[in-house]
Each structure stands twice: as C-alpha cells, then as structure tokens.
C-alpha cells in the first residue's frame, strides 16, 4: 500500500487544535489591517508632508539570509511571546501592512502593483505570522491550564508548538527566498 500526503491531510495536521488561535488571530489581524489603512489615509488627505518621490530602492537589503535572520527573529518572537508580546507583534504588523497599503494607494501606484509586490513572498510569509500568532496565543492559554494545575497532555502540546515552530521556520525560509530573488527584482 503506497501512502500519499493529501493537502488536506498536512493542512488538517497543522491546523488541528490551531483552528480557534488562527481564526482569533486572523480576525485581530484584518481588523487592525483595515482600522491602519483607513485611519492612515484620512491623515494623508489632511495636511501633512507629501510622502511621493519615496525612492524605494533605499529599501533593498544585501542578502536572502538578512530577510531570513530578521523575519525568524520576529516570528520566533511572535510565537514564543506567551499571549501578549504575540498581540503587539501581530498588530504591529498588520497596523504596518495597513499603512503602507495605505501610503501606495495615496501615491496613486495602485493594489494590482502593490498586490505584485506583496504576494509571492506574503503567500509563505503571512500565513508564518498566523501560524507563530497561533502558537503564541496557544502557548498563552497552556501556561494558564498549567499555572491552574489542569491536566493536560502537555508533552503532546509542546510537539505540536515545535511541529508548528518548524513549519514557521520553512514558510519564513521560502518567503525570503522569494522576496530576495523576486520580489527585490520588482520594485
């Protein structure tokens, strides 16, 4: 008998006792995406500095293994953050994504070039942001289980965080590889 990984056999191996912390964080991360970009582009109709002629090729970094290095290091962070240095992480980058959504459309370049831009490596990198919020808020709610002395299968838990921490580490890599090799080629 030959065994075969489907899809849906990985995605339900990962998500499984994940769902509720993804769809949470998910949710946490949309809200504050939207609230960053309206809230930011009623500042840029007021009267601020003009933000047009940004030279974004001062934005380039030198090598794959820096985008590697510092987006593991923020979602290695996210993930073991224990609930609330997970929150600020997880809001600080969608509050982040939202404002410079937000700047792009007030410099009139448009969502097709910034969807161009932000896609083929945010296909690897954010769902790693969920999946590290994930952990993070799992982790959270483990550590209070375990404070109130719940009986738990903790050995368990603890291999699914790694298993999940792993598969970060893997989306984090390919995401770097992509926004090095393709996404630097873009802009």
Avoid: C
């Avoid at 008998?1 to 912390?21: A, E, P, W």
């Avoid at 946490?28 to 309206?38: D, H, Q």
């Avoid at 009139?108 to 296909?123: D, N, R």
């Amino acid at each position: 008998m030959r065994h075969s990984i489907k899809y849906s056999n990985l995605l339900y191996f990962f998500t499984r006792g994940n769902k509720k912390y993804l769809i949470i964080t998910i949710m946490i991360f949309l809200v504050v995406f939207y609230i960053s970009y309206f809230g930011f582009t009623e500042i840029l109709e007021g009267d601020i500095e003009d933000v047009e002629g940004t030279d974004y090729k001062e934005f380039k970094v030198d090598s794959f293994l820096d985008f590697f290095i510092n987006n593991s290091k923020v979602f290695l962070l996210t993930a073991l953050g224990l609930g609330l240095i997970t929150l600020f992480s997880l809001i600080y980058q969608a509050y982040s994504l939202g404002m410079i959504y937000s700047l792009w459309i007030h410099q009139g370049l448009g969502t097709k070039t910034f969807a161009l831009l932000i896609v083929p490596h945010g296909v690897f990198e954010i769902p790693a942001l969920f999946i590290a919020s994930a952990i993070g808020f799992r982790s959270f709610t483990l550590l209070i289980h375990y404070l109130r002395k719940k009986e738990l299968d903790y050995r368990k838990n603890f291999e699914k965080i790694i298993y999940n921490l792993i598969l970060v580490i893997i989306l984090t890599f390919l995401a770097a590889l992509v926004e090095y090799f393709v996404t630097q080629k873009i802009v």
